[in-house]
């Protein structure tokens, strides 16, 4: 009920963010001269180029720099080594097995070879009415994406500003869009199932998440809705679905709210179910290791007199069936050997997360879509709950373990 009541209050001062936010695109951090669309590599120069390892290792860390036109690429222990240009205000990212990585950008998609670090291509969208290539948390483009299974396929989500967006498909061998599906405002995250099966798209200012079939995008579409405190607030509200991670275990969709609701969704019936969180902060980045631990960035309070500050949850696969009051606050850590919660926290606020391979360090980019924002990450090692943080690129959002 807490929340219910915040929608009145929070709308106002979402709409004062907004204006804020909106003074800050039309002042982008981005060099102006954010590179054209590339004519896309030839064959045999996608074959020089991919899985190439003549400068980078394994284990090191690529951001997208929302702040400007750029990658960035961080060394875990020394901080950034260097930048490659993509394309204006990158967003979400998707490296594959082939060592290209898949940058959407207010202009397009840019293909990065990692390994000589060296933009491949920008491909272009199909999709109207983004406006200029901007900066900003409402600028029109690319935001979520995510690669098929078999690499042959990535799906960005597209920005329209002030009304619906896309997902759009695009070959990763030809390097073009293949095809546009319409979907929910604002796809902040787009996932895939575990089979290639179908693409989930959700969208932010909708309250839902898209179910694409990626065999049929003209009437493969199903709209589920996810509003776990309503939708009474509308665009003006934050309690919308940021992120989303599907389950290993059945390949369920998991959308955290507000540090409180963890929105269990079943792709095919759209049926949900509400499991309990315990950080009480707002959440955006999401993401699951392949044993089922899932990991939750908290950015801080909606209201500073009810709620606490950023933070980083572990949740592990099995967890205690029963959960601490929500009353008791005197530890951070809410006991992960029984199976609950760990809450971490974190200086300042974040946006996305990711892990390493092996699952001990967790990396949490700080560049947050809204006011707030720092350049760099928070280096986690989810044990322990030890904390460092590590200068990395310009506002990054996007991140990836190499």
């Known amino acids: ?18 204006a804020s936010q909106h003074a800050n695109s039309s002042q982008g951090k981005g060099d102006s001269s954010a590179p054209s669309a590339a004519k896309p590599a030839s064959p045999d120069e996608r074959a020089a180029t991919k899985g190439s390892t003549a400068k980078t290792p394994a284990g090191t860390v690529l951001v997208a720099d929302f702040g400007a036109d750029t990658v960035t690429f961080v060394d875990p222990d020394k901080g950034p080594v260097d930048s490659v240009k993509v394309g204006t205000a990158p967003y979400g990212l998707a490296v594959g097995d082939d060592g290209r990585a898949w940058v959407a950008t207010a202009e397009g998609v840019a293909v990065v070879d990692t390994g000589s670090r060296t933009r491949i291509a920008l491909i272009p969208y199909e999709t109207r009415n983004l406006g200029e290539p901007t900066h900003g948390e409402y600028r029109g483009g690319g935001m979520g994406i995510a690669l098929a299974p078999d690499g042959e396929h990535v799906y960005v989500g597209v920005n329209v500003p002030d009304a619906k967006g ?4 695009v070959d990763t061998d030809t390097l073009k869009v293949t095809g546009v599906a319409g979907v929910g405002r604002r796809p902040f995250d787009v996932d895939v199932s575990w089979d290639g099966g179908q693409v989930y798209a959700t969208g932010h200012d909708s309250f839902d998440v898209t179910v694409v079939d990626p065999a049929d995008l003209d009437g493969g579409t199903r709209r589920i809705e996810v509003a776990p ?8 509200s934050w309690l919308k679905p940021h992120y989303a991670a599907v389950r290993p275990s059945d390949g369920k969709l998991l ?25 009480n902060t707002h959440q955006h980045g999401t993401t699951v290791t392949p044993d089922g631990t899932l990991l939750v960035v908290g950015t801080g309070p909606i209201d500073p007199s009810r709620d606490e500050g950023p933070s980083l949850t572990v949740r592990p696969k099995d967890r205690s069936s029963k959960d601490r009051s929500s009353k008791d606050r005197s530890s951070k850590d809410r006991s992960s050997k029984d199976g609950k919660e760990k809450v971490i926290p974190l200086d300042g606020p974040h946006e996305d997360v990711t892990v390493s391979t092996d699952g001990r360090t967790a990396y949490v980019t700080g560049g947050f879509t809204r006011d707030g924002y720092w350049n760099g990450l928070t280096v986690v090692d989810v044990d322990s709950g030890a904390t460092r943080r590590l200068a990395a690129g310009d506002r990054p959002l996007g991140i990836a373990v190499l």
């Open 255 to 279: 959308f955290p709210f507000e540090g409180e609701k963890l929105v269990v969704v079943d792709p095919d019936t759209g049926r949900s179910t509400t499991e309990r969180m315990t950080a």
């Open 229 to 236: 405190y309503g939708t009474e607030g509308g665009l003006g």
């Open 1 to 18: 009920m807490k929340r219910r009541l915040l929608v009145a209050v929070t709308a106002v001062a979402l709409l004062a963010g907004c």
């Open 166 to 169: 896309t997902l759009e498909v």
